[in-house]
């Protein structure tokens, strides 16, 4: 326990909707983070309620950065977008040797993470971005499913949400994924798509629903894992909602223009009261998790779960990297979640069901 205690955590983004609930995580475990970020007003106060120490710094300026990390040893990081702040802050991590971990599902940030291997290896840290909902559960499910068919060379993976509304920092970072479209790895490489690129019917308990394909972080985090070449996510659409957005695709260049952008985060920002949902709506909304596996001949190993809501899953999750962090020694470089800590941490996510496995 001293050993923890002597430890610095710095929480950067401490005033978002997300980090509310690292916090109370946090403070769970008795843990006092440094609570940081840009908006001086909202992080001063929220430090004074909890009696925590503040740093008020933005991301501009590199040498302001490494003075306010050279005292830090794990920084959470949950400012999204993650395409302004991960880059900034995990290079500042590797110069002043601090554990870097975040809670992004961005593929673009585990891509530039994993670039900086050999630099955080011999800087002796740990970079593990995506320990919150993305990536820790589809991560370890496609752990666990490879493990029962070594020679597969296909994943697929599907996700969605019962009743759960996104927080305004997850619904700004989709309006800039979205300008992206689509993305799947094939042979190894990753590869842009259309949206909704590819459909195909999944059964993960519910009966067979129609799922579309998205950009989701683990088309680089899934690969990184397990080293299958053929990765694709989902999430369940019905059919008209998928013609929809096949018939939508060509405007979506028009998101790509900042004006554009700025438009539609500010309408989210007036419907998404409060910045999110409430405890008590999240307790109602689950998540269900699904992944399957398929060899060159044909073999299937499947396996899904449910969890709690993604916000929830996040805010634990965070908090149990960073205390792991605190607590143990780890060999530097660029590690997935299931890679870090090992699949079987799926068991301890809030609301873990247990995994239905099966195969054909």
């Known amino acids: 326990l001293r050993n ?40 001063t106060n929220l430090a004074e309620k909890h009696g925590f120490n503040s740093s008020i710094f933005s991301l501009e300026k590199s040498d302001v950065i490494d003075e306010e990390l050279k005292k830090i040893d794990v920084l959470i990081n949950a400012a999204g977008p993650y395409s302004l702040t991960a880059r900034p802050l ?9 554990h870097y971990i975040d809670i992004t599902g961005e593929i673009d940030i585990f891509v530039y993470a994993k670039s900086k291997h050999k630099e955080a290896k011999d800087a002796g840290i740990i970079i593990c971005p995506g320990v919150g909902f993305d990536v820790i559960p589809t991560d370890c499910l496609s752990n666990l499913l490879k493990d029962k068919l070594p020679d597969a060379n296909q994943l697929n993976i599907c996700f969605f949400s019962e009743n759960g509304k996104p927080s305004i920092g997850t619904a700004k970072t989709s309006i800039e994924g979205l300008s992206n479209g689509g993305r799947i790895r094939k042979d190894g490489i990753i590869e842009q798509v259309p949206l909704a690129h590819s459909v195909k019917e999944i059964d993960y308990g519910q009966g067979s629903k129609m799922a579309m394909s998205i950009p989701w972080g683990d088309v680089a985090t899934a690969y990184y894992t397990t080293g299958i070449q053929n990765i694709i996510v989902y999430i369940p659409r019905s059919k008209a909602g ?62 899904y779960f449910q969890v709690a809501n993604g916000y929830d899953v996040t805010g634990y999750g965070a908090m149990f990297f960073a205390k792991n962090l605190m607590e143990k020694k780890f060999d530097g470089g660029y590690y997935t979640p299931s890679l870090l800590l090992g699949p079987n941490i799926v068991e301890s996510l809030p609301g873990f069901s247990g995994i239905k496995f099966s195969n054909s």
């Open 4 to 43: 923890i205690m002597s430890k610095k955590l710095m929480l950067y983004g401490a005033n978002g909707y997300t980090s509310r609930l690292i916090i109370k995580e946090l403070v769970g475990q008795n843990i006092k983070p440094i609570l940081a970020g840009r908006n001086k007003e909202k992080i």
């Open 90 to 98: 995990i290079d500042s991590c590797i110069r002043t040797k601090t």
């Open 242 to 303: 998928i013609n929809k957005i096949r018939k939508q695709r060509k405007w979506l260049f028009i998101l790509k223009s900042k004006f554009v952008q700025n438009y539609l985060k500010n309408i989210m920002e007036k419907k998404i009261i409060n910045g999110g949902d409430t405890d008590e709506q999240r307790s109602k909304s689950k998540m269900w998790v699904w992944a399957e596996v398929k060899n060159k001949v044909g073999k299937i190993e499947s396996g």
